[in-house]
């Protein structure tokens, strides 16, 4: 495992920060996909026939948390399918952290199958700001309510 950039105690990461550590967010996101077990219809027994996008952005989460990110939840849009993706507050601004599902999934809506030849790496890791710098009481406004 590679380890997580030193942050500074009480310093809030930023975009940088984030971006060197693409290869450890996708290294969680390969551990989910490992573990993500479908019959050979396509059935789980957790998670029905359903991705795991939602288990990935939990993961990345976690690997975010553990170095220093305070506020980073999963957040659920419709661009084109149903996902769930990361948002983030960092000190530079606020930020979608993502994987997108093609990667390691296939198909649509509420129905995705395991993409058993994927590759997940850190160059899939997509890290796109999305707003200026908030307090942590206005991102949670903004993105938790």
């Known amino acids: 495992m590679i380890p997580t950039p030193t942050v500074e105690y009480g310093r809030i990461p930023s975009s940088r920060d984030v971006m060197a550590m693409t290869e ?8 989910v996909h ?3 077990e ?3 219809e396509g059935f789980d027994e957790e998670l029905g026939m359903g991705g ?17 990110v ?7 849009g419709t661009v084109g399918e149903n996902h769930v993706w990361v948002v983030a507050l960092l000190s530079d601004g606020v930020y979608s952290i993502d994987i997108p599902p093609h990667v390691y999934e296939t198909g649509s809506g509420y129905v995705w199958r395991k993409r058993h030849d994927a590759v997940i ?4 890791v997509t890290i796109d700001r999305i707003g200026d710098p908030v307090a ?9 309510e």
């Open 136 to 144: 942590a009481e206005a991102f949670e406004k903004l993105y938790c």
């Open 34 to 36: 490992s573990e993500w």
């Open 24 to 31: 450890e967010l996708a290294a969680a996101a390969r551990k």
């Open 70 to 76: 305070e506020n980073a939840i999963p957040f659920h």
């Open 121 to 124: 790496g850190a160059g899939d």
């Open 38 to 40: 479908q019959d050979i």
């Open 52 to 68: 795991i996008c939602q288990d990935v952005a939990d993961a990345m989460i976690g690997v975010l948390c553990s170095a220093g």
